[in-house]
């Protein structure tokens, strides 16, 4: 029951704004403060974060390789899935980045009588999360709308692509509906898929429903609850806040402060959590190395040049009588060595 | 402990009640206790190897008792959880993937059922994300902000002996194979996070003796079987005359020979056990055919490396010898032998631990006159990389008829597929020693295939059902080509293999033979001079 939580946690986040910028002279608070407050959080904590990895040092290489490693002439490297050179790297990277190409190859298993084992192409959870992140980037661009004045000429192609079917008015955004999916289809596979449901946490239900929050209350304020949801005078608000100079002079419905409110909350906990990921994945070692460890050096800071092998002397000080017997050439004859002694 | 009868076997990894067949354990994971019973763990390390490597300079191995793992007292150091959590804070500012590692998992699942662990055990936490949950719950509960502030609601658990046990149970069910890292969306790499725990293990001096035997064997006497010098070389010898009574030829070998071109290096299992032992007369009759000016070492007579599977400092220590083999020497470059962890070292850590090896040269065949310029700073080729040059460039005389009794399939080993990238190197010197030979299902072959299920340590006796469960996923693919085309030998490119395959087939797929790629060069080589006699079975031949 770890996700009703992650519910009573996001409902009491609705409450608190819902009903705190409802009191006289709270709207200051909600509206500049907490957005203050939490992009300081976000850009700190996720700098913070970002430095305390890169203090930490990358000992060995240690690549993952998926493929064939560059050697002979006649034996065909894997360029992607086992890069020796930079730009092979940035290559790969590029994939897993933008195209999750590690998840593309998921396969799901499954064990019959026999016993047999089968392995079956999976492309379920690759799916959902490409809706859901890329429908999400789209949703953040959008939203640069707000911050950027006049608006910029791209802007307005990605909001036409984006509303290009022409449902309703305002017309439907399709990145909208894409998030409210991808973050059902993938909560609906934390439930039903037993590996999953079982090792799922309150961290990993949470942002889920945070963000499909942060989703429907940005679609009642566009479609539904429109008392005074004006606009301009919300672009006012942001064009403030990107300023430096906020102001709050009229009054803006409580859904508005709800929706930052939880945009707020999403960015202070972002860097606190494993949204992380977003960063880590540009410095995970087994993927972004290139598979070239006997071709040059890889250096490691804190390597240990005092650590020695048990010496050749000492082997052969032991076993010299053995070697001699057995013919195997030794460093100090025996009378030598007996005269050392 | 008795290994289970197969057919009891077969029946209970399907139809078991475990997570991998589909019933759901009705408690959270941190509430079940590790529970060790005969069968179960790998028997703790004898005190007195413990002491002998706590001995050595630059190695910390302490603690050394007698203890067993069913004993609820472990005797462990007063100070223990201490120790854990300022070594595991050491080891967070030392490995850059341990941090990340730690924090970037998103529990997505897509490594649940990659593990050949939880394929053949079912127990949840072989699912490499728990098993990195694992540590991640005591490094969340000390090292992070939402840890300290939630606890258990942001899934952080306190450091205790409990946790402890479990650690040493599933840190000891995990062969770092990389399997899981391949398919995680972040590459997230159980092996690390498995390392660690077994560093952090040793500090308390929990460790299993079939892993610290051999170390100290390796650390002493240069190899893992304990092999003195003269023992060794006898067995070399043996070998040599067996490949004279089998083809007539006279093997000429040297140990220990100063100014040799190459220094040969393989796993000393290879000289000591079947079906290693044809691998090693394959090596034999492969450097007599083109008359390589090559020297075994009885000091570095060890290819694999024990400290791999213990800590940074010891896989450094025992390491160490191949380069000071080749600089005492003198030798231009090394050859290693066909193993996988070996190559695990080698490619990925030996330079940075031991180099630069700016003594020798890049390695180049003085037969072909191929510089191997992916090997230019190790300065050491694998056995596979230096034959399949030699064949694309004509110098060996292969007869594949000599090989008409064997109908083979490949096993890619772990490190070498998945740490090296060597995946077709042994495929294309098939293709010329073989008539045919067949591949296994595509999950199963390549970066996507399954360990043996006894690496890094664990192929010792005490746990022999957890092996065969372990290694039911590469066994099946195995009896998938044997029912589908006849298969009766697998093939493969590690000497733990070689080992643990044989156990692993006997009791799966009996019949099936394991052998090494370099077996199959050798029995397909023709001679000069040779007087070979009639041989069935290749270098098997009982004559």
Redesign the interface.
Known sequence: MKYAFSFLAVIALILIAGLGSQIPGMQYFFGVAIPYLAIMLFVGGFVYRVMQWAKSPVPFSIPTTCGQGASLDFIKQDKLDCPSKTSEVVARMFLEIFLFRSLFRNTKSEIHDGPKISYESSKWLWLFALLFHYSFLLIVIRHMRLFIDPIPFWLSAIEGVDSMLQIGAPTLYLSSVALLGGIALLFGRRLVNPHVRYISLNNDYFPLVLIFAIGLTGILMRYFLRTNIDIINIKNLAMGLVTFSPVITVKIGAIFYIHLFLVSTLLAYFPFSKLMHMGGVFMSPTRNMANDSRAKRHINPWNDPEIKPHSYAGYEDEFREFMVDAGIPVEKELSAAKDEA | MAVPKLEQL?KS??QGPS????A??TKD?MDIPAIFKPGNYAYPAKQEKVAYLNS???LHFPNAREWSPEDDDWKLPEDWKDIILKGLKER??????????M????????C???CHFF?GTGD?KN?P??RA?LLRSVYRNDF???GKLLGA???AREMTVGVLKEWFMYSYQCTEC?RC?????????TA?VTMMLRELLHLVGVGINWILEPASNS????NHMGL???TF??NVDFLADDVENLTGVKINHS????GAEVLFITPSADVFAEPGLYTAMGYLLLFEHIGLDYTWS??ASEGGNFGLFTNN?LM??????MY??AK?LGVKYIIGGECGHMWRV????M???N??ADFMEVPKSSITG?T???????K?VHIS?FT??LI?NGKLKLDKSRNAHVKATFHDSCNP?????????PR?ILDHVLDNWVEM?E??I???TFCCGSGTGLNTDEIMELRMRSG??RA?AVKHVIDKHDVNTLSCVCAIDRATLTSLMNYWNPGCNVCGVSELVGNALVMDGENRQELDEGLRTLV
């Open positions: 077969s990894v399907v997570l991998a067949t589909g759901v354990p994971w050595q300079k630059d967070l500012d030392k490995f850059r993937s341990l941090k990340i590692f924090d970037c998992c998103v529990r997505c699942g897509a649940a059922d990659k394929l949840p699912m994300v728990l949950e992070t902000l939402g609601m942001a899934g990389r890292s391949v398919f995680c969306p972040y590459g997230i790499d690390e650390n002493r006497t240069g003195q010098p003269h070389k006898d140990f220990n020979r100063k009885t000091y400092e450094k220590k025992l390491n160490g010898k000071a083999e005492r080698v490619h990925q850590y330079d940075t631990m180099g630069p191929t191997f310029n992916n090997a230019a700073s190790t050491m990389e399949a040059d694309k597929a998945r740490a090296m990238g060597l995946i077709d190197e294309y299902p999950n199963t390549r970066e996507q039911l996923p099946n």
